[in-house]
């Protein structure tokens, strides 16, 4: 079942069907919005149909994805999604908040929300019969790709800066993709990337390039809206009192922009299905040192102006945002914003997560930074409902994580040496 109706560019907005472009618009290389068939979907669909579904993965959402049902089942790629949300109640004490979840995607078969990128990609690779799959990666994308790759026996080359986080590349080589490690910075491996596919006929993943990650992302959104109309069962409904309490605001952490577009995305297909009666907020969050996509929104602008990106969180260190405009978009129409981070506060915001059980990587615990600053800086308010993303999980970069704690105490094996330290 397909509902895939072709492409519209971003930026010119050019229409394109299904076989004649790839990647990115041909007249002016702007990102490809997938076009759904809307009125086929709304006429075969009620929203019951889809939350009635006993598929627990993304897959759940079908009926709203470019692809077919990939073949198969019971392979980690049948298993990305469908991740849990948690209460974080003494963070949200800390904070003054009424409400505040997180929804943790480090529950990802391979512990980061790019698997939903890439499982989404790899339907599309096999549909394309592509033999080969690549990506560059600064260490998510491209374990997702390879694990997804690795889950249905496709050949998956990838393509990362050597200064990757050694658990990211342990993974890229366990699921047993060609691993290339660039003497150079994720910018470069992109570049790379994209050259190479071209020479080479490679089917190429890259995130902000290939169409077809954002389709994955975006269901994230669906599952934030089923969570939500199962929690508040007014939402959904035109009729109801939408007054009684504030959107929900959504803070995820933001590189290349492809997550927080893909958000975007999922909540824009609801609309026009008019499954969702308005927009959720969406506010994204940087790391000072890789803002890019954060100086674009606040001056104001859809120009977005390269960094030489530093910040301890690699999953978010990006010079030249790949989905730029449509992440500046995301939060620009839905009354959202854009908050930058510094990485001490990113550290900070490890260990606070850590004391709720949930253990994050650095650009995950960015977007709970966020959530700290921006209740400081007044942009939700205390009866706002917040839902934060966990991106990725802490056994991703341990190296980071021990900046976050102290480290534990050595001692003689006696019962003196432990009341001592007592
Ligand atoms: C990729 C990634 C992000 C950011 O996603 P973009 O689409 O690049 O904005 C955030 N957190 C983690 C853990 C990631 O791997
Ligand atoms: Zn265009």
């Given at each position: 079942m397909k509902n895939f109706a072709g492409y519209k560019c971003s930026l010119c907005g050019t229409e394109y069907l299904q076989g004649q472009v790839t990647y990115t618009c041909p007249k002016d290389g702007g990102n490809l919005d997938v076009l759904l068939d809307y009125d086929s979907i709304r006429k075969k669909f009620q929203p019951e149909d889809i939350t009635s579904r006993r598929e627990s993965s993304l897959w759940r959402y079908l009926p709203l994805l470019p692809v077919s049902e990939p073949a198969g089942d019971s392979t980690p790629l049948h298993a990305s999604g469908w991740t849990p949300v948690f209460a974080l109640p003494r963070l949200a004490e800390k904070l003054r908040l009424k409400h505040l979840w997180l929804k943790d995607e480090s529950r990802n078969p391979t512990a980061s929300f790019k698997d939903r990128a890439s499982a989404v990609v790899v339907t599309r690779a096999r549909e394309l019969k592509s033999e080969i799959v690549v990506t560059a990666s600064t260490g998510n994308a491209g374990a997702a790709l390879a694990g997804m790759s690795a889950a249905v026996g496709q050949k998956a080359i990838i393509f990362a800066p050597k200064s990757a986080p050694q658990a990211k590349v342990a993974q890229l080589l366990v699921f047993g993709a060609k691993v290339i490690l660039v003497d150079g910075t994720y910018d470069d491996a992109f570049d790379l990337t994209v050259k190479a596919a071209n020479e080479f006929g490679w089917y190429c993943r890259n995130t902000g390039y290939n169409p077809f990650t954002l389709e994955g992302k975006k269901t994230a959104a669906f599952e934030i809206w089923e969570w939500w109309i199962k929690a508040h069962h007014?939402?959904?409904?035109?009729?109801?009192?939408?007054?009684?309490?504030?959107?929900?605001?959504?803070?995820?952490?933001?590189?290349?922009?492809?997550?927080?577009?893909?958000?975007?995305?999922?909540?824009?297909?609801?609309?026009?299905?008019?499954?969702?009666?308005?927009?959720?907020?969406?506010?994204?969050?940087?790391?000072?040192?890789?803002?890019?996509?954060?100086?674009?929104?606040?001056?104001?602008?859809?120009?977005?102006?390269?960094?030489?990106?530093?910040?301890i969180a690699d999953s978010i260190s990006v010079d030249l945002p790949r989905d730029g405009v449509r992440a500046v978009r995301a939060a620009k129409e839905t009354n959202g914003t854009y908050i930058t981070v510094s990485d001490d506060e990113i550290i900070q915001s490890i260990a606070e997560l850590g004391t709720m059980g949930v253990f994050a990587e650095p650009a995950g615990a960015a977007a709970y930074a966020g959530v700290v600053k921006g209740t400081s800086l007044g942009v939700v308010g205390s009866e706002d409902p917040i839902l934060v993303l966990n991106t990725g999980s802490g056994l991703k970069d341990v190296g980071a994580a021990m900046r976050a704690v102290q480290s534990a105490p050595i001692i003689e094996p006696t019962l003196d040496a432990v009341k001592k330290l007592l």
């Amino acid at each position: 079942m397909k509902n895939f109706a072709g492409y519209k560019c971003s930026l010119c907005g050019t229409e394109y069907l299904q076989g004649q472009v790839t990647y990115t618009c041909p007249k002016d290389g702007g990102n490809l919005d997938v076009l759904l068939d809307y009125d086929s979907i709304r006429k075969k669909f009620q929203p019951e149909d889809i939350t009635s579904r006993r598929e627990s993965s993304l897959w759940r959402y079908l009926p709203l994805l470019p692809v077919s049902e990939p073949a198969g089942d019971s392979t980690p790629l049948h298993a990305s999604g469908w991740t849990p949300v948690f209460a974080l109640p003494r963070l949200a004490e800390k904070l003054r908040l009424k409400h505040l979840w997180l929804k943790d995607e480090s529950r990802n078969p391979t512990a980061s929300f790019k698997d939903r990128a890439s499982a989404v990609v790899v339907t599309r690779a096999r549909e394309l019969k592509s033999e080969i799959v690549v990506t560059a990666s600064t260490g998510n994308a491209g374990a997702a790709l390879a694990g997804m790759s690795a889950a249905v026996g496709q050949k998956a080359i990838i393509f990362a800066p050597k200064s990757a986080p050694q658990a990211k590349v342990a993974q890229l080589l366990v699921f047993g993709a060609k691993v290339i490690l660039v003497d150079g910075t994720y910018d470069d491996a992109f570049d790379l990337t994209v050259k190479a596919a071209n020479e080479f006929g490679w089917y190429c993943r890259n995130t902000g390039y290939n169409p077809f990650t954002l389709e994955g992302k975006k269901t994230a959104a669906f599952e934030i809206w089923e969570w939500w109309i199962k929690a508040h069962h007014d939402w959904h409904k035109k009729d109801s009192q939408l007054n009684e309490h504030p959107p929900l605001s959504i803070f995820v952490s933001v590189g290349d922009g492809n997550i927080i577009s893909g958000i975007h995305k999922g909540f824009k297909d609801l609309l026009e299905l008019g499954w969702i009666p308005n927009m959720p907020r969406i506010i994204g969050v940087q790391a000072e040192g890789s803002a890019a996509i954060a100086n674009a929104f606040h001056a104001d602008t859809e120009t977005i102006t390269p960094v030489s990106a530093t910040t301890i969180a690699d999953s978010i260190s990006v010079d030249l945002p790949r989905d730029g405009v449509r992440a500046v978009r995301a939060a620009k129409e839905t009354n959202g914003t854009y908050i930058t981070v510094s990485d001490d506060e990113i550290i900070q915001s490890i260990a606070e997560l850590g004391t709720m059980g949930v253990f994050a990587e650095p650009a995950g615990a960015a977007a709970y930074a966020g959530v700290v600053k921006g209740t400081s800086l007044g942009v939700v308010g205390s009866e706002d409902p917040i839902l934060v993303l966990n991106t990725g999980s802490g056994l991703k970069d341990v190296g980071a994580a021990m900046r976050a704690v102290q480290s534990a105490p050595i001692i003689e094996p006696t019962l003196d040496a432990v009341k001592k330290l007592l």
